[in-house]
């Protein structure tokens, strides 16, 4: 079964609160994006230094971002023209997920909102993309990881609709970012789509 790649829009006026008032786009990223999405990933870092209690992401490598952009695995939400926030999209990560990990997942990492429009609730427009593009792709289920133990983290994603599975600690942290490395504590979240 081939993976499904497409810009997929959507129309969520219904849900998009009244300070933003043209239609929010969800679209793949495009080279172009990559000096935006770097800055994104930079914001977060400072947003994580200033939280003091959350793990800091290290600074990604942007060959492998250039990569997930020319196979259509990084993402953005687009309104009135600027980008508001990314993430990336796997359909493998035996690395994090290890045994749970059967080739039936969308995996997401790296969401990071553009400063501007914090407070937008883009997770769960995220959800609700994903969960189509795991339909759409012939996979069960949405997952995401995090590192630390980040109670607000955690009551935020499960509000977004994903299941809290626990803590695990990684085997086998060597491939993974700098920052899987450093933390021994892995949080993991599913949706089950079907």
């Known amino acids: 079964m081939g993976v499904k790649f497409y810009s997929l829009l ?7 609160p009244p300070t933003i008032t043209k239609k929010m786009t969800i679209q793949n ?32 490598d942007v060959e492998i971002i250039k990569k ?10 687009v309104i009135n023209g600027q980008i508001a926030c990314v993430w990336a999209t796997t359909l ?9 990990d059967r080739d039936d997942g969308v995996y997401i990492h790296r969401i990071a909102t553009n400063p501007d429009f914090r407070g937008n609730h883009f997770v769960k427009r995220i959800v609700e993309w994903a ?3 795991t339909k759409d792709n ?8 995090t ?10 994603y499960t509000k977004s609709g994903f299941d809290y599975l626990g803590e ?11 920052h899987y490395q450093t933390e021994p504590i892995c949080l993991l979240f599913e949706i089950e789509v079907g």
């Open 92 to 100: 493998n990560d035996k690395a994090i997920w290890e045994e749970k």
């Open 68 to 77: 997930e952009i020319e196979e259509n695995h990084q993402w953005k939400i």
């Open 168 to 178: 695990f600690k990684l085997a086998n942290t060597a491939s993974l970012p700098l």
């Open 147 to 156: 590192l630390g133990r980040n109670t607000r983290l955690v009551e935020h």
């Open 29 to 60: 990223s495009v080279p172009a994006d990559l000096p935006t999405i770097l800055a994104l990933y930079e914001n977060a870092r400072q947003h994580q230094r200033e939280q003091q209690t959350v793990v800091i992401w290290p600074e990604f």
């Open 131 to 133: 969960i189509q593009y």
């Open 10 to 16: 959507y129309s969520l006026t219904d849900f998009i």
């Open 138 to 145: 012939g996979r069960k289920y949405v997952r995401l990881d």
